[in-house]
């Protein structure tokens, strides 16, 4: 009977989730295991007979207080209970407080995150918006007499920093809605080499130094997805190529399909500055930016890859990168197969 009401007292304490929450409810857990006329309480009155220290991390943590009238006793059965009871308790204590630390420096990382992103938004946002404002405040002037082709560099200018904010407001929107579980995928069968095609003749008008092949093996079938999510990765690897390779050069979307696995296989290939070793590991992580020589001055938030890796493997996939200084990049992520049925056939020759 002992042991059935030592599990009712295990049962108690633990659900509560942190310190605060156990220590409401053990007096009461305490008070179960004794008899009526027994009173155990969190505070002396003065009368206390027992005290139980529940010690943790070394210190005492909680003391409780039991009374009991003198016509009765504490038997030997009933101390050797409560004092099972007590190392449970303590046992209870030691993990809550261990929780309490560790979501204690989870809310510290991520204020501290949330102050970075802050100061990096701030950064990363004031050149484009003191572009944006130092063209429109030419354009206004009345003493400057722009000519249609000076207006359409000022316009052109104005438009390409208008994306660059509208691309970080993107990403933290995404952001957060990744962090929070929140993103969710339209899946449909999606023929993947119309994605690739639409996205690198969006891409290519946004350099002209750089020539963009695309190389997708015949007769793909569809895979499994959300086009618009898919697109979103594609912009953002091949955003990433060009401006990780300053210099220009080609960029490279090769795609095939993997019988073995099931899955297409897509890869975004460039010739830019590449990326050290120690930082391949890191290249996936919030807020990551490598600090080479090279990439100064290249505008980014840090969180295109991270969103990146979370919309892949969201959709069952896999996404990785292969990198050489001085030599390029490589990344290549799949998605799975849509298994209903085969796609048409596609005339998906090579070509740019």
């Not at 207080?65 to 409560?82: C, F, I, Q, V």
């Not at 807020?287 to 990439?295: D, L, M, P, S």
């Amino acid at each position: 009977m002992q042991s059935d009401h030592l599990y009712e007292f295990a049962a108690t304490i633990i659900p509560p989730r942190n310190v605060s929450e156990l220590t409401q409810v053990l007096p009461a857990a305490f008070q179960h295991l004794l008899p009526p006329e027994f009173d155990c309480s969190r505070s002396p009155d003065g009368t206390a007979r027992l005290c139980l220290p529940m010690r943790a991390k070394g210190s005492i943590q909680l003391v409780l207080y039991l009374d009991w009238p003198a016509t009765s006793h504490l038997d030997p059965k009933l101390e050797a209970s409560l004092s099972s009871a007590a190392q449970l308790a303590q046992l209870a204590l030691e993990n809550r407080i261990a929780i309490d630390a560790e979501r204690e420096r989870a809310r510290a990382e991520a204020a501290d995150v949330r102050f970075d992103l802050i100061g990096m938004l701030a950064h990363e946002m004031r050149t484009p918006l003191a572009s944006i404002k130092g063209y429109s405040s030419a354009m206004l002037l009345d003493e400057i007499d722009l000519d249609s082709e000076m207006t359409a560099e000022f316009l052109q200018a104005i438009d390409e920093e208008s994306d660059r904010l509208n691309e970080m407001v993107t990403h933290i929107l995404d952001s957060t809605v990744i962090e929070a579980g929140a993103l969710e995928l339209h899946r449909e069968p999606v023929l993947l080499s119309r994605v690739i095609r639409r996205t690198v003749d969006l891409m290519a008008r946004r350099t002209d130094r750089h020539r963009l092949i695309v190389q997708i093996d015949p007769g793909l079938p569809p895979v499994n997805a959300d086009e618009q999510r898919v697109h979103q990765v594609l912009t953002n690897l091949l955003d990433n190529a060009i401006k990780y390779a300053p210099g220009g050069g080609m960029i490279v979307v090769r795609c095939h399909h993997d019988e073995r696995r099931s899955e297409a296989v897509v890869q975004v290939s460039d010739q830019g500055i590449g990326i050290a070793p120690e930082h391949l590991n890191k290249l996936f992580e919030r807020f990551f930016r490598t600090e080479q020589r090279q990439t100064h001055g290249v505008s980014g938030t840090g969180l295109g890859l991270p969103i990146v890796d979370s919309i892949v493997r969201a959709h069952g996939g896999r996404i990785w990168a292969e990198s050489a200084v001085d030599e390029g990049t490589t990344l290549t992520f799949t998605l799975p197969d849509y298994l209903e049925g085969p796609e048409e056939e596609l005339d998906d020759e090579s070509g740019e």
